[in-house]
């Protein structure tokens, strides 16, 4: 464990480009968000944790302009795509496109809070919202929750005591946290 600390760093000083290849990844195929690497920044650097939030918000609205385009001509594969992500159910692919007719861009808004990953709203997107109008909201819709979750890490590890604030306590804090995050949320999907 001894290169923790020149990885903690490389990864706090390329905060906007992890985020941005995190939300790109998450937008579309991977599993787990980009809310991870956002909070184990801020666990070291607020500014450099809002920083990689912006890039996360802006990989995930290319992510989702991709599978928004693939949904418009083949919207087949794009729910083939997404339906085989992890622990994405038959019930969310359903819930959404009754979300979006039913809020409106504001179902994005809802989403980022809710649970139910952002690539499914891409994929119901294209006969609800011109992509213009998806693209632009996704932002804001994305950027809510990651700056939220920043700030909440980087509270909480400025609130710690001392002797837990070295930098891998809080890498074991931040693991163990996110670990009982996703089990509880991989727990509650499968029932």
Not at 90 to 113: E, H, K, Q, T
Not at 117 to 129: D, E, I
Not at 150 to 177: D, E, K, M, N, Y
């Amino acid at each position: 464990m001894a290169s923790f600390k020149p990885f903690a760093a490389a990864l706090v000083t390329r905060s906007a480009l992890a985020g941005f290849v995190w939300g790109l990844a998450e937008g579309s195929v991977f599993f787990i968000v980009p809310d991870v690497v956002i909070s184990f920044v801020a666990l070291f650097s607020l500014r450099r944790a809002l920083h990689c939030a912006a890039a996360a918000a802006f990989g995930a609205a290319v992510a989702g302009v991709g599978l928004y385009a693939t949904s418009s001509f083949r919207p087949d594969i794009a729910l083939t795509i997404v339906g085989h992500v992890p622990f994405v159910t038959a019930r969310m692919l359903s819930a959404v496109p009754v979300d979006c007719d039913r809020y409106g861009l504001w179902a994005l808004f809802i989403g980022a809070i809710s649970g139910v990953p952002y690539k499914l709203y891409a994929v119901s997107a294209p006969p609800r919202f011109g992509l213009l109008a998806f693209a632009l909201t996704t932002i804001p819709a994305r950027l809510f929750r990651f700056v939220l979750v920043g700030l909440a890490a980087g509270v909480a590890a400025r609130a710690l005591p001392s002797q837990l604030r070295a930098p891998r306590r809080l890498a074991s804090l931040h693991t163990i946290c996110w670990a009982i995050f996703y089990g509880c949320y991989w727990y509650g999907v499968s029932q």
